[in-house]
């Protein structure tokens, strides 16, 4: 699961749960959160909402993972046409 220790707060681990909620453990506290930082349950009732975006950010496996857009490749045609 994705993980990641608060930049400015390295005892603050946010990690995404099976539920694809942000669990932020700091000690011995804990609080969970939805990915856009809102507290759900736990003592931690604070979590920093770009981080949990971060966290939450995972991207669909079944997903082609790029836009579409046009094809890039030039058609040749024949020094005839």
């Not at 079944?62 to 005839?80: C, D, F, I, L």
Request: charged share 20%; glycine share 10%.
């Amino acid at each position: 699961m994705p993980s990641m220790t608060h930049p400015f707060d390295p005892e603050a681990l946010y990690v995404l749960d099976e539920d694809g909620n942000i669990r932020v453990t700091r000690g011995n506290s804990y609080g969970v959160f939805t990915n856009e930082g809102v507290h759900l349950s736990g003592d931690l009732k604070q979590a920093d909402p770009q981080l949990c975006v971060w966290i939450g950010n995972v991207p669909d496996p079944n997903a082609t993972g790029r836009p579409g857009r046009p094809s890039m490749v030039a058609s040749k045609q024949s020094a005839e046409d």
